[in-house]
């Protein structure tokens, strides 16, 4: 299960208390200041961010497409065990339609709607 995905809503919440903090001037030094500006550019440049947009973790991405896979009405879950699937390579070719964005040091993958 991806238990450190972020969305959209979740980070314009992040958004939303930094800027409270810049123009309060409490809290908010060089760190506030680059995570402000990450954020802020992530929103511009993000197509969809407004409709919701969720950010899964390089490290989850196989564990990803795997559930994505078998969560599409079982189709996978009930095939013979002589049957193996590479999971790594068909995550890899799902990641085609997906792009790449850093935040807070660490990789996600989102689903890009100009793909």
């Known amino acids: 299960m991806i238990s450190d995905y972020l969305t959209t809503q979740d980070l314009d919440k992040t958004l939303a208390e930094l ?4 123009i309060s001037g ?18 511009e440049e993000i ?5 919701g947009v969720t950010f899964i ?7 990803y497409v795997q559930a ?14 002589y049957v193996v699937i590479n999971w790594e390579a ?8 997906y792009t790449y964005v850093e935040y807070d040091g660490v990789a996600y993958w989102y689903n890009d709607s100009r793909k």
């Open 19 to 22: 800027r409270e903090k810049k």
């Open 90 to 97: 068909s995550a890899a070719q799902v990641q085609e339609g």
């Open 47 to 51: 197509p969809d961010w407004e409709d």
């Open 26 to 43: 409490e809290g908010f030094d060089s760190s506030s200041k680059d995570l402000l500006d990450t954020l802020t550019k992530m929103s």
């Open 57 to 63: 973790p390089d490290s989850e991405w196989v564990e």
């Open 68 to 81: 994505m896979v078998e969560g599409t009405n079982g189709v996978y879950t009930n095939l013979p065990r």
